[in-house]
């Protein structure tokens, strides 16, 4: 089968990435072109279309919760009113699984920030937290979400091994859930990466984007990203701040 490397216009936004994680009615962006490679490297243009969602209007707006998200609708359909249920790694693996998160790495950091007091299990109560801060946490609190779910080594800190850890695995399942959605940013990147399998070239992608990151971000140049200095360059917003939010759309799978 053909790989496809494709090219497509940036495509998220810090607001919309960090907030979009409720259910929403989409309504069509149109982009332009993108880059279509196959395997014997030959190229054409295509048109795509990508659907945005209105939730940063919705969240403000305080119409949204819980029960707006699907993950919290796949809960209640296999585990019902049960409110005394404590949920394995396993079992929030497999609820993760079942709305299109299967990679490993990122399935088990959610584990850790859905269990809010570090007890080995999820009970109905923290996934209840976990699923209202997706559909109305507030900025602040959303940036803290990705914080610790890019800090794996649960240290405080973020290092840039972690950082190109996490943005490979947001990376894959962005490549898995949206077809429109690209790596591969420029015609040089579809040159140099062509024939290349996606683990290699998420693996590519995620060193470039976590290099430029630290440049930007670890101001005091100490090799680690503290969770003040994550919240600053968020906030300052900027090409590669976007670039990196982009990925979070794949927890519109929760939606």
Not at 49 to 62: A, C, F, L, M, P
Not at 185 to 202: F, G, I, P
Request: aromatic residues 10%; charged residues 30%; glycine residues 6%.
């Amino acid at each position: 089968m053909a790989m496809f490397l494709r090219l497509g216009l940036r495509t998220g936004s810090m607001a919309v990435a960090a907030a979009g994680l409720t259910k929403v009615t989409a309504f069509p962006i149109q982009h332009k072109p993108f880059l279509h490679c196959d395997e014997d490297g030959t190229k054409s243009v295509r048109t795509l279309q990508r659907t945005r969602s209105s939730v940063v209007e919705r969240s403000r707006s305080g119409k949204v919760d819980k029960q707006d998200t699907v993950l919290f609708v796949a809960y209640k359909k296999k585990y019902g009113d049960k409110k005394k249920i404590q949920l394995t790694l396993t079992d929030v693996r497999a609820l993760l699984a079942d709305v299109g998160l299967k990679h490993e790495i990122l399935a088990n950091r959610i584990f850790k920030c859905m269990d809010d007091d570090d007890s080995g299990t999820v009970d109905f109560q923290e996934m209840s937290a976990f699923c209202n801060l997706l559909a109305k946490g507030t900025e602040e609190d959303k940036f803290k979400f990705l914080f610790n779910a890019c800090d794996v080594s649960d240290s405080g800190n973020i290092d840039i091994g972690e950082m190109r850890t996490m943005i490979k695995e947001m990376a894959l399942t962005c490549h898995e859930l949206y077809p429109e959605w690209s790596m591969v940013r420029t015609e040089v990147d579809a040159d140099l990466w062509a024939h290349m399998d996606s683990d290699v070239v998420a693996q590519l992608y995620a060193n470039r984007l976590a290099h430029d990151v630290f440049v930007q971000a670890d101001k005091d140049k100490s090799g680690g990203l503290s969770l003040k200095e994550f919240i600053f360059w968020a906030k300052r917003g900027g090409k590669t701040v976007e670039a990196f939010f982009e990925l979070f759309p794949i927890f519109s799978v929760f939606l």
